[in-house]
């Protein structure tokens, strides 16, 4: 089976960057924070299928996009883009009842700058909500860390665990 090919913006506004609160439709799943994006339909390109997801999941629309780098996701790799995107608020996408439901969008504090990005802020592409019975004091990143919500604190790379926040948009 091939790995599914997705791609991801990584939009900051104000020293924040723009983060997409999702929890899955399976029973017991769980919840998350992601970059705005998602899978390459059949024939689009990246460029094309990040322009269409960030639309979908915020509103926005983007007027630049600059291709950043390869980063591994849990069912495949994500061409990750540094992102301007049009004067405007984001909102939820609409539901359309596939694939994870949407919770709400929030601008996350950035972190700190890793040198393979060229600059560009690129947070953990995924940062997982515990899913625990009585475990609410704190999330957990793709690679495994696990941190406090005491304030919004945020990671020094790209497998760090980033800021750590229940989305109130929903």
Known sequence: MDERRRAAAV??????????????????????????GG????????????????????????????YVLEM???SGMTSVFAVTVADGEPRVGRDDGFGPEQLGVDWLPVPELPIETSGVPVPPLMVVLPTLPGQTDGVESASGSLASTAGASVGRGAGDVTARRRSTTK
């Open 39 to 66: 899978g390459l339909r059949p024939g689009e390109t990246a460029e094309e299928a990040l322009r269409r997801e960030v639309f979908e999941e915020t509103g926005l629309v983007v007027s630049d996009a600059r």
């Open 72 to 74: 591994p996701y849990p």
């Open 11 to 36: 939009i900051v506004r104000d020293g924040r960057v723009l983060m997409v609160h999702e929890r899955s439709r399976r029973s017991g799943g769980g919840e998350w924070w992601t970059l705005p």
